[in-house]
């Protein structure tokens, strides 16, 4: 099951006795509703309530945001890697984990993002980080498309109609008379419909023809590919050679940037995955210091429902947290932040009493794009 419910509850004393207690009720005995995970954050640096409750939606905007191009990334590999899709889930890891594995296990990375800078910087850097993706991964896919684009095209004309296919593949060194310094060989397209017209006439077209000369190179059921000889000094080969080496040197850079490409996918994933995971630790943060107040005293879990269960482990979490009040900030805490606020009520559409966020690791459903 790829859905993960990302929540977090205040301290009871300490944040290991709530952890205890959440687990406890949700994760033992016969139901064992869900599969759960600490999903533990550093301590940041708070800030002032005003601050916070700017960067509440900005977070959300920025988790919205960073999880798109999380799934962009992971579904234009897909694209590139072609026939060899079946690998796409071995290509989508973050170092040697896989994204359910790193959420597991997840760890703030205070070398990527320091946790002595401020939230707003945070949020900030991550920002600017995947955009940076963004930008590159169309730039760079782009660019892979043209050359798939022009390469596919030529291989149309290779299997198509003789109007447009391209001619190396069906003719000869010797459907053509070569090194003549007064002949050359044409190629015409003849309707079938009037090939006895063409081969009753053809030498009377100009007294240039040499007679005899037409012949049938190639057919489809449409129409007939004929050569024609004659008296002119025109260089008729150069295009057919030229595109049989255009497939050559496109099917070339294809293979040649192939490589390059997959690694910087599979790297850049990567990078988006964690950066999208540490959005989620913010935003968690952020709303927990909204809801529970100061001191930080809180317990973030990552919770995998079991797939019939999400219905009793939602009435259970309910239970447990219906005490805690509707989202408010004591005016102390305000205080405390630097505001002079009797409290404070964060509305969402999908409140509970207890922060709570999905996580949804199918990142191959376009539809959440």
Known sequence: MSEFWLIS??????PQKTWERLNQATSTGPEKLSTNFKFNIPDLRVGTLDVLVALSDDLGKLDVFTEGVTRKVAQYLGEVLEDSRDKLMENLRIGDATPAAYLHKFTWEGAKYPIKQSLRYLSDMIGKQVSQIEA???TKANAYNNLKGNLQSLERKATGSLLTRNLADLVKKEDFVLDSEYLVTL???VPKNVSNDWFN???KLTDMVVPRSSRIVFEDSDS??????LFQKVVCGREIADGKTEVT???????KQFGPLVKWLRINFGEC???WMHVKALRVFVESVLRYGLPVNFQAVVMQPNKRSQKRLREVLLQLYSHLDNAHVSSADAAAMGMDIPGLNLGSADYYPYVYYRINLDLLDSQRL
């Open 9 to 14: 509850a205040p301290g009871e004393n300490t």
């Open 273 to 275: 995955f964690t950066a």
């Open 201 to 203: 006439k053809y030498e």
């Open 224 to 229: 007939l590919l004929v050569n024609v000889t």
């Open 249 to 255: 040197r496109l099917e070339a850079d294809k293979k």
């Open 187 to 189: 190629l015409v397209i």
């Open 136 to 138: 590159d991964l169309k």
